[in-house]
RNA sequence: GGGCGCGUAGCCUAGCCUGGAUAGGGCACCGGGUUCCUAACCCGGCGGUCGAGGGUUCAAAUCCCCCCGCGCCCGCCA
């Protein structure tokens, strides 16, 4: 059940003439009953998909409250008072609810013209002019992903989906950490001869390095036992310091940024079979280079709140920013003169103000904290705009605990993807055994890279979220397959009948069957969907979304013969080619690819 | 200790922003369905003190308070 609430009735929902010819009606059969209300007031206590009794309903008990009225008697009254009109079939009061029944036909002639007309852009929202920055994934670039950051991409990815299927002009970014003692780690090792290795760290390389192994994972593959061996060592510690410091003094080893582009391409290559690019790509260390950050530095020296340490480091006292008592003062500059994580990313952030009209963050519950002093630092030089930040929870595994790459629980999405396909490919073979080879392959590639994305998805991201193998690999049920499925399904029928590519002319009422109309319905409420999904970042509702869509079209598909049906035939052809529309436009925004045939 | 998030059937989950009529799905389990457009499907059944308590309200899974449990963070790391 969903409020009307924003009042509004765009062009692009087929349900806006209705909308306005009920709220027209009722206003009309309150004044009539002697009620004075404002059609705005009307119009957020309107409920759509309101259930069994109808398509909208009206709660009247608010009305009664004012009106000293009892609810039932004045929805019998509204009612009897409300008019017949093309839209609206019939008025019934049922207890303290006027229930609106649209008329059928008029709804499915208005939502299949709708699809049609707008195709690809079905569910969609009108452009706008502001600009938005999507930033999401930024993961370090010290080796493969594993499932936890896959998380980021996913979610992030789908809401630059959504927000530009909403009308907003997004640009995606994913910010690249070239700065930290991680990326330094990977520098010190691959820069060192390979005589000169501990053994410990050798060990990890020797052996197993596989011809045509992804950059990632080759270059990465060193990095635990890096992380471990520095703890022992300090003479090594002080090599990669002096990285550090190369590198923040803008004078990196030349193999520096070519190291750390090697392993990134590997990481996006992984990305890219889940359909995840990015617009564009920001150097931490770009920030340094160009001044910006020492920039921001001069501003928080001044700022309110500004005080310095005993050994020389800055910092804002940000008691009154609701911080944690231990982390209320915010170190912006060390003592030896060097910058922070936080204070570059507040370079940053300003870039990203200068060109984009909105902001949004997409960062695991670990940055909730780095979150809020960024916004403590920008209020401090003065900044009004913040970002929207998306925070998401951790991806556990059952023995408990975080996914940690150095731990050895992580669950890279290499292997998981490898083992999807495995799985997905066994499936397609098993039931056609007609399918060329190639076609077998890409069929399974796009149904395991579905079932990973949609298993993610699903899920609201501030769910913790436990991984098993079992439910990740699922292709049955609320799956991604499933609504691939749907949709090789609705091409099948559309192939044929020998109509892939229309016109696909109807007429609404040989579309009586109760589960045609039901689809419509569904069909219909895509654009709301979309509007909401992305004006709130609930990501997840456009996956629950897609699953009624498939749903309610495979029980039209066993409830209602098309090809074989005699006058109904075109029509049932055009509900399919509209359902279809909308699944796949739905499986675009998910990011799932269309599959006419699995 | 403080901050943030989460708690809905055996398991997973939607709904919470914006309170509204019998809380939607999926998995598992039980019983059916394929001379017909793809059975990765469909139909039926089983299963709920919405973590506990209190408050606000005509009305609370939804808002407020408190408590319990779980996770994360609280660095001159990123």
Known sequence: MSSAGDRSTPPSDPWSPFIEAIVATLLESARAAGLTLADAELFEQLELDAGPDGDVAFPTHRLARQS?????ELAGQLAAGCRATPFVRAVRSKGAYVNFEVQPERLIDATLRLVFARGARFGHGEPSADPVCVEHTSANPTGPFHIGRVRNAIIGDTLARLSRAAGQPVTTQYYVDDMGRQ???ITWIWTKPRAEWPEEIRRTVDGEEAPGE??????GRP???ISAYLKEHEAARAEVAEIVRAIESGRPPPEHRTLTQAILSGMLASLERLGIRFDEFVWESDFLRDGSV???IERLRVAPHAVREENGAWAIDAAEYGLPKES?????QRGDGTSLYVTRDVAYHLAKFARFARVADVLGQDHQLHA???NALLAEIGEPRRPEFLIYQDITVPEGGRMSTRGGSAVWLDHLLEEAVTRARAEVLRRREDLPADEVERIAESVATGAVRYHIVRIAPEKPVVFRWEEALSFEGRSGPFLQYSYA?????LRKGGVEDGPYPFDAARLADPEELALVRVLARLPRVVAYAARTAHVQAIAGYAHDLADQFNRFYHAVPVLSSGAERASRIALVAAARQSLGNSLDLLGLDRLATM
Request: glycine share 6%; charged share 25%.
């Open 68 to 72: 000293g009225r009892a609810p039932a």
């Open 223 to 225: 990095y635990p036992a």
């Open 294 to 296: 020492d920039g921001v």
């Open 214 to 219: 992804k950059p990632d994972r080759h270059r």
């Open 372 to 374: 809020r002093t960024l």
């Open 328 to 332: 209320t003062h915010v170190v912006f």
């Open 183 to 185: 990326a330094a780690m």
């Open 489 to 493: 399904r609705a091409s099948s029928v």
